[in-house]
């Protein structure tokens, strides 16, 4: 696995409206680069929600029909900058791109099986039709950065309300409460 620059301090940017297109055009590069293997793909995370302020990576979610199938294609991933980033998860392959050696892309594989019931993407869907939680949200990323809270700390600083929202979330569609944080 490449090493990849840790981030050394976390801060957060205003919506950057170019945000989405930077993420239209990873996808498309990765699914000219891999022709096939991804079943879907989406922009996720707060860059994914307009007038949210965020960390200015651009996060990914991918279907696969089985992790296996990714791993045959790292070579092609690695020509676009996505490099193997292990985080603990085993439910889930992690590709980090760095533009000039710092982060500016993450890349979540998962299998299309578990692609529904993501946390990632029914979070974020609910923070795109809920502006007043998506606020709550964003004020507490900026309480955190005041605090100068350390780097591995940020996410998990953010846990109880990410739970609280991802829960509400997932009740309105029908689904059962899962940690938001996947067992590592």
Same mark, same amino acid.
């Given at each position: ?13 205003? @919506? ?6 930077? !993420?239209?055009?990873?996808?498309? !590069? ?95 869907? @609910? ?9 709550? @949200? ?15 700390? @940020? ?30």
């Amino acid at each position: 696995m490449t090493a990849v620059p840790e981030l050394s301090s976390v801060h957060v940017v205003e @919506y950057d409206p170019d945000w989405p297109r930077r !993420a239209a055009s990873a996808i498309d !590069a990765l699914r000219r680069a891999a022709p096939g293997l991804f079943v879907a793909i989406e922009h996720i995370g707060s860059t994914a929600v307009p007038g949210l302020v965020a960390k200015p990576v651009i996060d990914l979610m991918a279907a696969v029909p089985d992790l296996s199938h990714a791993r045959r294609h790292q070579a092609a991933l690695a020509g676009l900058g996505f490099h193997p980033h292990d985080n603990g998860m085993n439910d889930r392959l992690l590709y980090v791109r760095a533009d000039g050696g710092v982060r500016s892309h993450i890349l979540h594989v998962v299998t299309l099986g578990s692609w529904p019931n993501r946390n990632q993407r029914i979070f974020r869907d @609910y923070l795109r039709g809920h502006p007043e939680d998506a606020a709550r @949200y964003a004020q507490l990323k900026r309480a955190i950065i005041a605090a100068g809270t350390a780097p591995g700390e @940020y996410a998990r600083a953010k846990t109880a309300l990410v739970q609280e929202l991802t829960d509400r979330a997932r009740a309105q569609l029908g689904l059962p409460p899962e940690p938001v944080w996947e067992k590592q």
